[in-house]
């Protein structure tokens, strides 16, 4: 695993990089997959009224179709690092579990292990280019075919609003989304 270490506004001792190494290169133990991860950690200091939430350890996980993220907050950025990696570790328990649940059930159909890209940025109009120069960060990720149920987890652990998948029963791009009352919503595009 490949594990990033930044600071944000704050400089990052290497004791504490080292310990944000250490603790998340344990996460492929537990999830097989990740041993060609990306880890990115990222530390901030924030002025706080209370002491104990002062530094702020964002860590993302990305690699073979797997995406897993922790926010943790933290007095010492030590204390933070460590709540994140045992947030982690239980989110890729909970997905390998999930791994292992699925390919024991009997009544699961056989999804193909084509993998499929994001569609690529086309070249925008001139009179269209003041509009995307706005847009400041453009992601590409890889895509493989998941339930319903597999887009939910997956939106929970990253901890986003919505999420893109592509629908394994549909075999299309589906947006899955979190409504104000708390459920979720699913938006499947109509090609005319």
Same mark, same amino acid.
């Given at each position: 695993? *490949?594990?990033? &270490?930044?600071? =944000?506004?704050?400089? &990052? @001792?290497?004791?504490?990089?080292?310990?944000?190494?250490?603790?998340?290169?344990?996460?492929?133990?537990?999830?097989? !997959?990740?041993? *060609?991860?990306? +880890?990115?950690?990222?530390?901030?200091?924030?002025?706080? =009224?209370?002491? *104990?939430?002062?530094? +702020?350890?964002? +860590?993302?996980?990305?690699?073979?179709?797997?995406?897993?993220?922790?926010?943790?907050?933290?007095?010492?950025?030590?204390?933070?690092?460590?709540?994140?990696?045992?947030?982690?570790?239980?989110?890729?328990?909970?997905?390998?579990?999930?791994?292992?649940?699925?390919?024991?059930?009997?009544?699961?159909?056989?999804?193909?292990?084509?993998?499929?890209? @994001?569609?690529?940025?086309?070249?925008?109009?001139?009179?269209?280019?003041?509009? !995307?120069?706005? +847009?400041?960060?453009?992601?590409?990720?890889?895509? =493989?075919?998941?339930?319903?149920?597999?887009?939910?987890?997956?939106?929970?652990?990253?901890?986003?609003?919505?999420? !893109?998948?592509? *629908?394994?029963?549909?075999?299309?791009?589906?947006?899955?989304?979190?409504?104000?009352?708390?459920?979720?919503?699913?938006?499947?595009?109509?090609? @005319?």
């Amino acid at each position: 695993m *490949d594990v990033t &270490v930044r600071g =944000k506004h704050v400089e &990052v @001792s290497e004791p504490v990089a080292e310990r944000a190494r250490r603790k998340l290169g344990r996460l492929d133990h537990y999830l097989p !997959l990740l041993r *060609d991860a990306v +880890v990115e950690v990222d530390i901030a200091q924030e002025r706080a =009224k209370e002491p *104990d939430r002062r530094y +702020v350890v964002h +860590v993302t996980v990305s690699g073979n179709g797997v995406h897993l993220r922790a926010e943790e907050r933290a007095a010492r950025p030590e204390e933070a690092i460590d709540r994140a990696s045992h947030v982690l570790t239980e989110q890729a328990r909970r997905y390998k579990q999930r791994l292992y649940e699925r390919s024991r059930s009997p009544t699961r159909q056989e999804v193909g292990a084509e993998q499929v890209g @994001s569609p690529s940025v086309m070249e925008p109009a001139d009179h269209e280019s003041s509009l !995307l120069d706005k +847009v400041a960060k453009v992601k590409r990720f890889r895509m =493989k075919p998941m339930t319903m149920e597999e887009a939910v987890e997956q939106m929970e652990a990253l901890s986003h609003t919505f999420f !893109l998948f592509l *629908d394994a029963d549909l075999e299309q791009l589906a947006l899955l989304y979190r409504r104000g009352a708390g459920d979720y919503g699913l938006i499947i595009p109509e090609l @005319s």
